[in-house]
């Protein structure tokens, strides 16, 4: 700080995780691929430093690199400036919604830090699939994640010389789509929430000012309190180059994604001997909701997730196929097509990996796709076995019993960023691959090729994905 910079402003912002999410501790154990970075007290946190790096980089999206040099400082070989912004790590909130700061030993009488001092508080198992429905090389992992509703509280302040503008745009940028922290956040994961906004600022100029700079409180706790609490703030109004996607779905019969391990059918997984656990579970998990103030942890039927990276994985294939079609590149007897991940829309639209190649430095994807919890599944189970086609009796070994959900409704929010940077072949190609999923041509989930996971509705899209009408046509 100079003596130009005599207004000092800071914000303690709590939010709250609509989906899963993780900040990576860089290491693995023996049988997960990716752990959580945790703090003293062995909860899950997020440092300060992930959470500047992504309000940087959303900041010179916006803003250039003039402007966020000039804010958040740089360092170029001899040359550099100081930082004017400076971020708190986000620590998570007890079950009576107040963060914890300092040591704390009292998790066996908080459910809510007892589920979060887990080694692996929620798990997920991932696969990646190639154009055949099967699995590809080394694309089966699985993920350490914290449990969707966590809610987290950080500091954020300034140093300035009386301009409001940048902090404002700093505040800004949490209500807007494209803030995401952590693991997998183009796969669904990271969404966060905004829930209080607490915002102070002082011109230490002025004795009191002065004054109440210097008593001013430490903690997070004691700036959230009730008189200086503003609502989240306003969503960005500069995001006309994004697209938000509303598909109003309903499944045709029974769906599963993934393998849980809750028995929804039955309040409890039974032990006895006279009833039988499914041997295919749809996907459920633990997750937490707030009420009055007071953290709920929610399972079974409360935690049924349809997750945003089982819609990627089936639009990823369907986007590459429309492409190539709108292209006019078909595979022949001769000839065979490279994989989606090379297809250029699939790179425009979904991103790729930075390569060997100095020129390829990698792309982010610009398609967002939010987890879903589903509200009051109806649950059924459903006998299936294999028939020898010779004896016509049922092969030792192959009955089996699956758990489905019934004829749900689901409501998919996407938002393609950057639309205007993606050409027009590719926006039209992703628009044929939406009203393939909500006209029951493209299957969600396990077990589509036996009729599970068609859904049937609408896509509604503002502005427009594409110029022209795209429903369904003589193309194909």
């Known amino acids: 700080m100079s003596r130009y910079e005599h207004i000092y402003e800071t914000a303690c912002v709590s939010i709250e995780a609509q989906t899963p999410h993780a900040v990576r501790a860089g290491r693995s154990d023996a049988t997960h691929d990716v752990l959580l970075a945790r703090d003293a007290n062995g909860l899950p946190y997020i440092p300060g430093t992930s959470l500047a790096g992504v309000l940087r980089h959303m900041y010179e999206d916006r803003f250039g690199v003039g402007k966020t040099r000039a804010l958040f400082g740089y360092v170029e070989g001899d040359q ?23 040591l704390r030993r009292d998790f066996d009488e908080d459910p809510l830090l007892a589920l ?28 350490t994640l914290v449990p969707a509703g966590t809610r987290y509280s950080f500091l954020l302040s300034r140093y300035s010389n009386g301009g409001d503008e940048e902090f404002d745009a ?35 100029t002025k004795d009191d000012d002065w004054t109440a700079f210097r008593d001013r409180p ?12 503003t609502g989240a703030p306003k969503a960005e109004k500069d995001q006309s180059t994004a697209i938000s996607i509303t598909l109003d ?82 595979a022949d007897d001769t000839e065979t097509l490279p994989p989606a991940e090379e297809c250029d829309a699939v790179r425009q639209i979904l991103g790729y990996a930075k390569e060997d190649d100095e020129s390829n430095p990698g ?62 072949d590719a926006r039209k190609a992703l628009r044929h691959a939406l009203d393939d999923l909500a006209e029951g041509r493209l ?19 503002e502005p427009e994905l594409a110029p022209e009408k795209t429903g369904q046509t003589n193309e194909y």
Not at 84 to 92: C, L
Not at 372 to 394: A, E, L
Not at 415 to 423: E, G, R
Request: hydrophobic content about 40%; charged content about 25%.
């Open 80 to 102: 550099g400036a100081p930082s004017f912004i400076r971020v708190g790590s986000a620590f998570v909130h007890d079950c009576i919604n107040q963060p914890v700061e300092g």
């Open 116 to 143: 979060l001092t887990l080694e692996k508080p929620l798990v997920r198992q991932r696969v990646r699939l190639n154009a055949r429905g099967a699995a590809e090389h080394r694309g089966k992992f699985d993920v």
């Open 170 to 204: 700093l505040l800004d940028m949490f209500s807007s789509p494209d803030f995401r922290l952590g693991h997998g956040t183009r796969s669904g994961g990271g969404a966060f929430d905004v829930k209080v906004i607490s915002r102070r600022r002082w011109d230490l």
């Open 218 to 229: 430490r903690t997070r706790a004691a700036l959230l309190v009730e008189d200086s609490k």
């Open 249 to 330: 779905l309903k499944a045709e019969a029974g769906w599963r994604v993934g393998g849980g391990e809750d028995v929804l059918t039955r309040s409890s997984t039974p032990t006895g001997d006279t009833e039988r656990v499914p041997d295919l579970l749809p996907q459920s998990e633990v997750c937490i909701q707030w009420v009055n103030e007071k953290a709920e942890i929610q399972h079974g039927l409360k935690g049924v997730v349809l997750p945003g990276s089982a819609v990627k994985g089936a639009l990823r294939h369907r986007l590459a196929f429309h492409y190539r079609r709108l292209k006019g590149e078909f």
């Open 363 to 424: 792309q982010r994807g610009r398609l967002l796709i939010d987890d879903i919890y589903i509200k009051d599944p109806k649950p059924f189970t459903q006998m299936h076995n294999r028939i020898d086609r010779f004896t016509g009796g049922v092969i030792d070994g192959a009955l089996f019993e699956e758990e489905l959900l019934w004829q749900t409704p689901v409501k998919l929010k996407i938002t393609l960023l950057q639309a205007d940077s993606i050409d027009a």
């Open 443 to 461: 299957p969600l989930g396990a077990s589509g090729s036996r009729g599970h996971g068609v859904f049937i509705g609408t896509v509604k899209c």
